[in-house]
Nanobody, 125 residues
Framework: QVQLVESGGGLVQAGGSLRLSCAAS????????MGWFRQAPGKEREFVAA????????MYADSVKGRSTITRDNAKNTMFLQMSSLNPEDTAVYYC??????????????????WGQGTQVTVSS
């Protein structure tokens, strides 16, 4: 069993930066790829970024590519998403997700087995 807890969300002005964290419990963290998704009001949840078990492979949605960095610290069971140049379109609840003992990344929501409760990010113009 894996439990995921996001933190680091909040209110930020357009152009600002945030670093989201995802703390995981359970041994699956170090054996699984991880990802970030987000859901804006009235919209479906969408892929943001993903990182392989080792951290050597990363994927980004086009909407955040070039201004976001996903990393992980397997020794601390923690994953991060550093986001910069934020704009109001980034406003959403951000979710951390983990695959179930699968090393490789995927953009597909169905490929993730464990989910956190989410952290709100609000970008003001």
């Amino acid at each position: 069993q894996v439990q995921l807890v996001e933190s680091g969300g909040g209110l930020v002005q357009a152009g600002g930066s945030l670093r989201l964290s995802c703390a995981a419990s359970g041994r699956t963290f170090s054996t699984s790829a991880m990802g970030w998704f987000r859901q804006a009001p009235g919209k479906e949840r969408e892929f943001v970024a993903a990182i392989s078990r080792s951290g050597s492979s990363k994927m980004y949605a086009d909407s955040v590519k070039g201004r976001s960095t996903i990393t992980r610290d397997n020794a601390k069971n923690t994953m991060f998403l550093q986001m910069s140049s934020l704009n109001p379109e980034d406003t959403a609840v951000y979710y951390c997700a983990a695959r179930n003992n699968v090393y490789s990344t995927t953009m597909s929501e169905s490929g993730y087995y464990y989910w956190g409760q989410g952290t709100q990010v609000t970008v003001s113009s």
